[in-house]
């Protein structure tokens, strides 16, 4: 696993939109915005499914994804192996969380993500470059 620094984590938290990536088991490639999503601690993301359809499918045929944002503190692409999360301890403080922040939405799972790879999302010569 690799350890996300503070300043992956705070540009995160600056975007309120970052767009997901996955791909059918046959590699067939979709990519989702999504809003809520916040990091556990220094190796794992949590992304709350509200309204994942192809989504959900590919990330049970293929658990894995790409999570790509920019924003005013700069931006980072995240690869990471999935588990997804349902009826459990996990899901539970998912539904807290997102129900804190809007009443009206109701999670279907939780996944975590356990960071592999991080990459700079910039022009310029560090472009694509990988950090960890």
């Known amino acids: 696993m690799a350890k996300v620094t503070e300043e992956i984590k705070e540009s995160l938290k600056s975007v309120k939109t970052a767009f997901l990536s996955t791909a059918s ?16 601690d220094d ?10 359809n192809k989504t959900l499918k590919n990330l049970k045929e293929n ?4 999570l790509a944002w920019w924003g005013g503190k700069g931006g980072f692409q995240i690869k990471a192996d999935i588990t997804i999360h ?6 539970r403080q998912d ?8 009443k ?5 799972s939780a996944v975590v993500c356990r960071v592999t790879e991080v990459y700079i999302v910039k022009g ?9």
């Open 86 to 91: 349902t009826g459990d301890e996990i899901f």
């Open 63 to 66: 658990p894995k994804i790409a």
């Open 43 to 52: 190796e794992t993301l949590l992304i709350s499914d509200q309204f994942f």
């Open 25 to 40: 088991k046959n590699g067939t490639p979709n990519v989702v915005p999504i809003g809520a999503f916040r990091f556990l």
């Open 104 to 108: 009206d939405l109701n999670p279907k």
């Open 95 to 102: 539904v807290e969380w997102v129900q804190s922040i809007r």
């Open 124 to 132: 310029g010569p560090d472009a694509g470059k990988k950090i960890l």
